[in-house]
């Protein structure tokens, strides 16, 4: 029998932002890079009232085609209802970009037999997440690398390459096949504070010579190109504006964007003010503590821990889960926050809006979006009901944010600067915009789902 040629499937992030999952074949060798859910995922069928039954496992995402269905790829549990029979794993392991869900989203349904390969800053991050609720990696074996590391899986040999990202602990990877070299951008941006690791990504992508570049374009786009700013313009903006105002400040913003953390933290400190943050935060900074060159701040000395009231009347360790016990002694509640308004620069969810309800501020205070502007209808509503809760406080709404991906004229410059023969563009709505980049003799072939293409 002719040996196959290695190949790459795509059965996710094909003309979608979001949902990632390749599929690497090699001499019988199979790796997944990336398993993520998509943003849209069936939402023509399920939306925040309507979601597919934990119980059923993967069968309400097979109905749908959300999920492939692949023999040797689920784990037992998540096959019981299904017409899929369930086989020992044809895969040999996950290879992460970055602990965003959009990547790592659907790994929960994967035989944990599979083990799963991420970074080291990505471990402590699902640690995090493991601990304070859940984590799509909770059952798996997982195999921690960083820069400069090369590891092999059959014939391939994947070496990763750190990228700058919403996100710290996020990669890209160059990997050698028995038949060519390719390329996965993961997600990336040049205007983070560690802008310079995506350049360092390019060098080596470079050096290596890829045939076929795998790379995400989430801000390609026709028409208006949103100014880009940066994480230190937002850093900024922000410490102007709260050393602005005299009443209370909070902010929405990711939990898990470290960056955003930093930039808040170093803003409220600049305007003389603590920065109090959520306990999912505070574990999320205990556990990056051991990784220095993150610089994250230390919860107690550098900030704050907001403690929800969970029934009324007095503090009760029991009322609150282990995780969350550590924090009520260096905690700061709705009451503290009323009695030192114009000395707090609080993180607030939208869905922990309601505890304004307790604080009461003073109106005249700044409320600071730090986040994407609404893209769908659903955003769009979401925004309205914040804006509607801003103008009932009577605080200032602003918006400040410095995107996790690169602008268009930038994914231009990775995939000249990378100068493959080929790119596949993916984690896009236009993939065939790319042909305006202009500099390289590559071929565009945008990827069809499912359909394999070889390296
Ligand atoms: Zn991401």
Redesign the pocket.
Same mark, same amino acid.
């Given at each position: 029998m002719k040996a196959v040629s290695p190949r790459l499937t795509c059965y996710g992030g094909v003309g979608e932002i979001g949902g990632n999952k390749f599929l690497l074949e090699d001499k019988g060798s199979k790796v997944l890079l990336d398993f993520g859910a998509g943003f849209a995922d069936g939402s023509e069928y399920f939306d925040t009232g309507i979601s597919p039954r934990a119980v059923n496992g993967a069968g309400d995402l097979f109905e749908f085609g959300l999920l492939p269905e692949l023999p040797g790829l689920y784990s037992e549990k998540a096959l019981q209802n299904t017409e899929v029979r369930y086989a020992e794993p044809d895969v040999d392991a996950v290879v992460l @970009? !970055?602990y !965003?869900w &959009? =990547?790592t989203g659907r790994i929960g349904y994967l035989d944990p037999k599979i083990p799963v390969y991420c970074g080291e800053t990505a471990s402590l991050i699902h640690a995090a997440y493991s601990e304070s609720s859940s984590s799509p990696l909770d059952d798996h074996v997982i195999r921690k690398f960083r820069t400069g590391d090369r590891f092999r899986i059959g014939p391939m040999e994947f070496v990763p390459v750190h990228v700058d =990202? @919403?996100?710290p602990g996020?990669y890209g990877f160059v990997v050698h096949t028995s038949g060519g070299t390719m390329a996965y951008t *993961? &997600?990336f941006r040049f205007h983070g504070p560690a802008g310079s690791m995506t350049r360092d990504f390019i060098d080596a992508a470079r050096r290596e010579k890829p045939r076929l570049l795998l790379t995400e374009g989430t801000r390609v786009q026709s028409g208006d190109q949103k100014a880009n700013m940066s994480e230190s313009a937002v850093m900024e903006e922000a410490t102007k504006l709260v050393k602005q105002s005299r009443a209370l400040v909070f902010s929405t913003f990711r939990g898990n964007d470290v960056d955003r953390i930093n930039t808040f933290h170093r803003a409220a400190k600049a305007a003389g003010r603590r920065l109090v943050v959520s306990m999912k935060i505070a574990i999320l900074l205990e556990k990056l503590k051991p990784d220095r060159r993150l610089g994250v701040p230390r919860v107690g000395r550098d900030v704050d821990v907001y403690v929800r009231r969970k029934k009324s009347g007095r503090l009760d360790d029991s009322d609150y889960y282990p995780w969350e016990r550590p924090f009520l002694g260096r905690g700061v509640s709705a009451a503290d926050v009323r009695k030192k308004q114009g000395e707090v620069f609080l993180h607030l969810e939208a869905w922990n809006f309601p505890e304004l309800v307790d604080i009461r501020p003073e109106r005249g205070g700044t409320y600071i979006h730090a986040a994407t502007e609404a893209y769908n209808e659903e955003g769009e509503k979401e925004d309205a009901v914040i804006r509607n809760w801003i103008e009932h406080v009577g605080f200032r709404y602003t918006q400040l944010h410095a995107s *996790?991906h690169a602008p268009m004229s930038e994914v231009g410059e990775l995939v000249t600067g990378i100068a493959p023969s080929v790119v596949v563009p993916i984690h896009t709505e236009h993939p065939r915009l790319f042909k305006a980049f202009k500099g390289g003799k590559w071929k565009l072939t945008p990827p069809k789902k499912g359909v394999p293409l070889q390296i």
């Open positions: @970009s !970055h !965003h &959009d =990547h =990202h @919403s996100i996020a *993961g &997600d *996790g």
